[in-house]
């Protein structure tokens, strides 16, 4: 459950968040964030620390999912579903399903509660990273970071794994000004820099 007041309540969020913008400097006019709400300088950026690089990202990308895969391997090992398992006379389609459904869940939960943290997973954290809401600089919620997740991790899970790590992923070197991968654009979430 967030601590942030409802949108459109008046109240200000806690500021008990370290990554959190500061406010303008005194005489800067404020504006509005790129998604129509808060009252927040022109660029949603300012304030905050420069944009991660993309290469940095697709590495840390690549850690997280080599983590996460070597759970997903032994855990679907443990429990028989291993589509690996399988020969051209003895195909299973539910332990295929069986095995994408754990992998969708295990790198959702992953993502879902490392960035609901502290804005990092193992590979972010290793490489000097973090995921930020756009509007304001914080750590997502639980509810944005599930959002990133899920749109990130399904279709990873259930259909095209490759192409679609490379679409969503990738997005970030053509995007521009914010570097969002599709996820971070479904999360309003960009990646910045901690060092």
């Known amino acids: 459950?967030?601590?942030e007041p409802p949108p459109g309540s008046g109240q200000q969020p806690p500021d008990d968040d370290p990554f959190r913008?500061?406010?303008?400097?005194?005489?800067e006019s404020p504006g509005g964030d790129p998604y129509g709400g808060g009252s927040y300088p022109t660029d949603p950026l300012t304030g905050m620390p420069p944009l991660a690089p993309s290469g940095r990202r697709t590495l840390a990308r690549i850690i997280d999912m080599i983590l996460v895969a070597i759970v997903v391997g032994l855990?679907?090992?443990?429990?028989?579903?291993?589509?690996?398992?399988?020969?051209?006379?003895?195909v299973q389609y539910g332990k295929s399903f069986a095995q994408s459904l754990v992998a969708a869940v295990l790198y959702i939960a992953y993502d879902t509660v490392m960035i609901t943290r502290s804005?990092?997973?193992?590979?972010?954290?290793?490489?000097?990273?973090?995921?930020?809401?756009?509007?304001?600089?914080?750590?997502p919620s639980a509810q944005t970071t599930l959002v990133r997740s899920a749109v990130l991790w399904i279709p990873f899970a259930f259909c095209c794994a490759c192409i679609w790590t490379a679409i969503s992923g990738g997005w970030s070197y053509f995007d521009k000004p914010y570097k969002q991968g599709l996820?971070?654009?479904?999360?309003?979430?960009v990646v910045v820099s901690t060092g």
């Open 1 to 3: 459950m967030s601590s």
């Open 75 to 90: 855990v679907t090992w443990g429990f028989g579903v291993n589509e690996y398992d399988m020969n051209g006379d003895n």
């Open 21 to 27: 913008k500061q406010p303008p400097p005194y005489g």
């Open 119 to 139: 804005g990092q997973t193992l590979g972010k954290k290793w490489l000097g990273m973090r995921v930020a809401n756009l509007d304001n600089g914080s750590t």
């Open 183 to 189: 996820h971070d654009k479904a999360a309003k979430t």
